[in-house]
């Protein structure tokens, strides 16, 4: 029987997109494009999930990069501005589960020195029973390690948990761990699917 709901972060309860802050940045759409494909990347970002500092992620960057120094800078410095809003179907889905008295925990690839802003500005935060966060763990999704941290660390049985992700590589590493995994896609399937799940004796 399924007590507890595991949630992913980023696309699934918040809207992070460093398009948000480039898009002011770079006057040229195609430049902005060519920056986040080349310079600074998601697998680039996925350091700073895995715990590199912001100092020495832009300083490494800078220096392979020097004439996009300034630009890379602001990956820091502007990072706020990259969180634009919460995603109100994953948010409808958490108060829904919540209210069902279901635990609620998240397990999110996220580095250690920007949680905090996440933490402080959406209220659904305090909603949680646990948290456990790439960055400080030092290690990220989809390694098995991670989700052994969570479940070690509240007292969690994976076969009594549904994991909640839009990566489907995290999701397929929940799955091999004997979470019930499901992808977080359209909303309407990913409850109809939830349901079924919830309602399984």
């Known amino acids: 029987m399924v007590k507890n709901i595991v949630f992913d972060f980023g696309g699934v309860l918040l809207d992070w997109n460093p398009r948000y802050l480039y898009r002011d940045y770079f006057k040229d759409g195609q ?3 060519y920056f986040l494909a080349n310079i600074c990347t998601l697998e ?3 350091e ?31 990072w706020p501005k990259m969180l634009k809003d919460s995603i109100p179907e ?9 209210s069902k008295g ?15 802003f996440a933490y402080s ?26 989700f052994r941290i969570l479940l070690d660390r509240y007292g969690l049985d994976a076969g009594e948990c549904v994991f909640l992700d839009d990566s489907p590589v995290n999701v397929s590493a ?17 409850r109809a ?9």
């Open 31 to 33: 430049e902005m494009e």
């Open 44 to 46: 680039r970002n996925s």
């Open 48 to 78: 700073l999930d895995r715990g590199v500092p912001f100092h020495e992620w832009v300083a490494k960057y800078q220096a392979m990069f020097p004439q996009y120094s300034e630009a890379i800078a602001l990956y820091h410095t502007g």
């Open 90 to 98: 994953g948010t409808a889905l958490l108060e829904d589960l919540k």
């Open 102 to 116: 279901y635990g609620i925990y998240g397990l999110t690839n996220w580095s250690a020195e920007t949680i905090g």
């Open 121 to 146: 500005r959406f209220g659904f935060f305090k909603d949680f029973d646990g948290i456990v966060v790439s960055g400080e763990e030092k290690v990220t999704k989809p390694d098995p390690e991670i």
């Open 174 to 190: 929940a799955a091999s761990l004997g979470f019930n995994a499901v992808l977080f896609d359209d909303i309407g399937r990913v």
């Open 193 to 201: 699917e939830l349901e079924m799940i919830l309602n399984r004796k």
